[in-house]
């Protein structure tokens, strides 16, 4: 399978904890995204890559939250100490480099905080 | 901040009805794209549209990027129960997207 993959696909953790979610994009697409979905709503952006070049962050994105991508290839994106409004879909996605929107998603790490 | 309005909500039809839902926004945009997600899965393009006017189909589906460029339709002909699962409009700028809240399809049996 080529597609964008995620790693875990389940996470639950008591608050307070650090949690660490892994993306491999599709091997020739250079950007990469972060979004956070909750329920009844669709995709909010967090953060954008273009090859290991962090380019955007949302407001969204608290001090709490890090991604990186350090090679260009694989994303990791870390939530430290965190809270149950944490509590979301982590989608990754990844494209070609044209900025169309035209973005492939992976199936998503679902954290539950408790 | 940008936002879409997306209707309706939810819609319940029956097998081989056909569908319409639409987005709108306050502000314009460069493409606009319609997604469907199935539950436990990330969402997957359906269609993306690249010219205001524009008209385009994907089997039987079919979207229009509004002339004004602040909204767009997307049209399901026939629908089938593999149709069910809720369908995002995206409004994109560079590089980010903007979402809708997304429209549930449920096919009554």
């Known amino acids: 399978d080529t597609g964008v993959s995620q790693d875990p696909r389940h996470k639950i953790t008591k608050r307070g904890q650090n949690v660490t979610f892994r993306c491999d994009p599709i091997s020739e697409h250079n950007r990469l995204y972060w979004y956070r979905q909750t329920l009844g709503q669709g995709p909010e952006f967090l953060t954008y890559f273009q090859n290991e070049a962090q380019l955007e962050k949302s407001r969204l994105l608290s001090d709490r939250f890090s991604a990186e991508r350090p090679k260009g290839s694989f994303s990791t994106l870390e939530i430290q100490r965190t809270e149950q409004g944490d509590s979301a879909m982590y989608l990754c996605?990844?494209?070609?480099?044209?900025?169309?929107?035209?973005?492939?998603f992976g199936e998503g790490s679902r954290l539950t905080v408790l | 901040g940008q936002q879409l309005n997306q209707s309706p909500q939810s819609m319940f039809i029956q097998e081989g009805e056909d569908v319409s839902m639409n987005c709108t926004s306050s502000s314009i945009f460069n493409t606009w794209l319609w997604y469907k997600q199935d539950p436990g899965e990330g969402p997957v393009l359906l269609i993306a549209l690249y010219k205001a006017g524009e008209l385009t189909s994907n089997g039987r589906l079919t979207a229009q990027f509004g002339i004004t460029r602040k909204d767009s339709f997307l049209n399901i002909s026939a629908s089938i129960p593999s149709d069910v699962g809720i369908y995002f409009c995206?409004?994109?700028?560079?590089?980010?997207?903007?979402w809708g809240a997304g429209t549930k399809l449920i096919i009554k049996p």
């Open positions: 996605a990844s494209s070609k480099d044209r900025a169309t929107g035209e973005l492939f």
């Open positions: 995206a409004g994109g700028s560079n590089y980010q997207l903007i």
